[in-house]
């Protein structure tokens, strides 16, 4: 499939979603994507990404012998969706941390510290921003290591997370800020990374299948020793794709000579 039509058809069945309050049934999904060249991989990439979007697929819960949940636990749910693949440190990634943390004080700040930093932060004090920062990176730190996942690096992912911290800083509402407040608006710039990353690696494993595709099937029209070379016109006769898709996916192998 030409991948500016699969992009049409993936914002399509986002659209139908959103029409019917963010659900499809598995057979709307088979029935929009059932002319694609996709494989099944790349259909459980799509049903990952759906998800992803927060869209509920009708029957996949009762297919994975899950009970109704009721309100409450619906909407704990909702709070912990994780947009990523969590996985462990390895060891490189723990060393990393261990090093990072070192340049922050072992001192803590207990509850009464951080109000009084959040008062005086309020009132203007430029000490207690510098202190909340200190305090809040090495936070972010932990937290980014807690969510860690396969689709960012951990260091990505602190780095991710000191931006959300400093965005926070800069916000005019809530005026009273407190702890609960700035953990909140870490975690979410944190996910917010993790869900633009994971997108991203959608549409790169796509591409990446359109490449390995495209090359099988040049090397099923040439034997070993044939030196026969087509052009991309003829490429796109007999492997029924659009120029324009062929010439970017050579770009991507380099063969675009």
């Known amino acids: 499939m030409d991948i500016k039509l699969f992009q049409q058809k993936l914002n ?5 979603a959103e029409e019917n309050g963010k659900q499809l049934s598995q ?3 088979r029935e929009h994507f059932d002319e694609s060249d996709l494989n099944t991989s790349q259909l459980v990439k799509i049903l990952q990404y759906l998800k992803l979007k927060g869209i509920t697929i009708e029957g996949a819960e009762k297919a994975a012998g899950a009970s109704a ?14 947009p990523g693949t969590r996985t462990a440190l390895t060891a490189e990634e723990q060393a990393y941390l261990r090093d990072y943390m070192e340049s922050f004080s072992p001192e803590g700040l207990d509850s009464e510290d ?4 959040f008062q005086a932060f309020a009132d203007g004090d430029t000490a207690a921003e510098g202190e909340l920062t200190q305090f809040y990176m090495a936070q972010a730190a932990q937290m980014a290591a807690e969510l860690n996942c396969e689709e960012i690096y951990l260091a990505d992912l602190i780095q991710e997370a000191n931006l959300a911290l400093l965005a926070a800083l800069k916000e005019s509402e809530p005026q009273e800020k407190d702890d609960t407040w700035m953990r909140g608006r870490i975690r979410s710039g944190i996910l917010h990374a993790i ?3 994971t997108q991203q690696k959608f549409r790169d494993d796509y591409l990446v299948s359109k490449v390995e595709n495209l090359e099988s099937a040049v090397k ?3 034997d070993d020793d044939d030196t026969t070379r087509f052009t991309i016109d003829e490429l796109a006769v007999i492997l029924d794709m659009n120029v324009d898709e062929i010439r970017d996916v050579l770009r991507l192998t380099g063969d675009d000579k």
């Open 12 to 16: 399509e069945i986002c659209e139908i």
């Open 27 to 29: 057979q709307q999904i």
């Open 69 to 82: 949940p009721d309100a409450a636990s619906t909407r704990d749910a909702k709070q912990e969706e994780f």
């Open 114 to 117: 951080l109000s009084s930093l």
């Open 195 to 197: 869900e633009e990353q």
């Open 220 to 222: 099923e029209l040439t």
